[in-house]
Each structure stands twice: as C-alpha cells, then as structure tokens.
Nanobody, 115 residues
C-alpha cells in the first residue's frame, strides 16, 4: 500500500523560506518518479516540481530559481526547499508518486505566505 506523508508546512512572511518533506512507503522508492503539486483556494491543482530517479528536477515556471526539489533514496524521502516565498505561493502542497499510469497523493500540507 502506497503511503505518502507530508510535513513542514506553516505560516511564513513573504521573502521567507520553508522546507517541505515527504516520507514515502509501499513503493520501490529509488525507481519512482516523485513530485510536488499545489492547490490554492478556488484553483486547480498544479505541478510545482518533479524529480526523476536519477535526481534531476524539473520546475514550473512560477517557482524556477526559488524552489529546489531533492530526494534521499536511502530514507525514502523527497523534499521541497522553498525560498523567496511570495503570497501567491499560498496553497496546500501535495507530494506525489507516479507508478506506471497511477499517481498517488499525500494528504497535503498547508503553506501560507503573509504579505
């Protein structure tokens, strides 16, 4: 059974930083494409960043240069370092794991950026 548990969200002032963590279980982690998505109130869920099995990350344009995705295969963990946060980054952030044609989701962690 795939389980993804996010942590690290919270309230931060604009310009600040947060680091999100996601603990994965029930998957062959080192072979799994992992990602972070977010959903703001009244908006659709959108991709933030993905990281391949080789450790290379790809980012949505709004977060390029500010966010960094990383993974620790020994710990089955994926991280999202968020710097220079803006009010528009406020959202629930979800960890994802892609297995074949199925995407699994965590329960989400709230990030609120005050301006």
């Amino acid at each position: 059974q795939v389980q993804l548990v996010e942590s690290g969200g919270g309230l931060v002032q604009a310009g600040g930083s947060l680091r999100l963590s996601c603990a994965a279980s029930g998957v062959s982690f080192s072979r799994t494409l992992m990602g972070w998505h977010r959903q703001a109130p009244g908006k659709q869920r959108e991709l933030v960043a993905v990281i391949g099995t080789g450790g290379s990350g790809n980012y949505a344009d709004p977060v390029k240069g500010r966010f960094t995705i990383s993974r620790d295969n020994a710990k089955n963990m994926v991280y999202l370092q968020m710097n220079s946060l803006k009010a528009e980054d406020t959202a629930v952030y979800y960890c994802s794991a892609v297995l074949g044609t199925t995407t699994y989701w965590g329960q989400g962690t709230q990030v609120t950026v005050s301006s």
